[in-house]
């Protein structure tokens, strides 16, 4: 497994754990609001290759921060894309460590995998939008029937799990929140997540806007029938 990047310390992307992150190169989806186009488009994947990091090159950061760090965010990009993602995640806990994965959900059968053999503690899915919206939102690369799998799986699973949505503007309407709060119903947490213009994939969506911490407080409101736990993270 190369990694596009390291993160060394991290007290916000794991809950309740001091975490580094593996950030892994590539992914199925095309959302345009994404903030890391050089670690998604292959063109400039492609650029960046000779700077990507050797798995050993991690493994030995790791080893030395073995009771300094608890946990480990694998994190992308879209780790689900790599096939050696389960013996990545084998020699992380073999070394110790708690493990959390973070996915857009496209690849049910690596995510069933990974809870079946028990190598994930933890795992953040993002849930983007409706089904009925998913594809215009993140490019024709998503099948909806994948991310309604890995939402079940994940409700049924007993590991702990988040899902997340990043709220825009112009993309999440009243009818769009209406189907999600369906997509959603019998989950144990769901974290809304402000969005921030700037440096975006599709530079159309560099022009959106968040909503602001008061309508956002009301959406949120709106989920806690269907969701046992609802917050917001800024
Ligand atoms: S799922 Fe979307 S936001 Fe996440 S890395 Fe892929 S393109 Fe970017």
Redesign the pocket.
């Known amino acids: 497994m190369k990694l596009s990047a390291i993160q060394k310390f991290t007290i916000l992307d794991y809950p309740n754990k001091v975490a580094c992150i593996a950030f892994t190169p590539g992914?199925?989806?095309?959302?345009g609001?994404?903030?890391?186009?050089e670690?998604?488009l292959p063109e400039k994947i492609r650029e960046l290759d000779g700077n990507f990091i050797a798995e050993e090159t991690f493994f030995r950061f790791l080893d030395q921060r073995r009771g300094l760090l608890e946990g480990v965010v694998v994190s992308?990009?879209?780790p689900t894309i790599w096939q050696d993602l389960p013996e990545f995640f084998g020699k992380i806990k073999a070394l110790g460590f708690l493990t959390k994965l973070d996915t857009?959900g496209?690849h049910p059968e690596m995510l069933e995998q990974l809870l079946r053999e028990k190598l994930v503690d933890y795992v953040a899915m993002?849930v983007?939008t409706s089904l009925a919206q998913y594809p215009k939102l993140?490019?024709g690369g998503v099948k909806c029937n994948n991310i309604a799998e890995s939402m079940e799986l994940l409700k049924s699973s007993g590991t702990p799990y988040e899902f997340r949505t990043t709220l825009i503007k112009e993309v999440h309407n009243e009818e769009v929140l209406g189907d999600m709060k369906q997509m959603l119903a019998g989950a144990e947490k769901f974290f809304l997540q402000t969005f921030r213009p700037g440096h975006t994939?599709n530079s159309v969506f560099a022009t959106y806007h968040p909503f602001s911490s008061e309508e956002t407080d009301r959406i949120a409101q709106t989920f806690q029938k269907e969701v046992a736990s609802v917050s917001i993270r800024n």
Do not use: A, S, W, Y
Not at 27 to 31: D, G, P, Q
Not at 33 to 37: K, L, R, V
């Open positions: 992914c199925n989806m095309r959302c609001f994404c903030h890391n186009p670690f998604v992308g990009g879209e857009n496209n993002d983007k993140v490019g994939l």
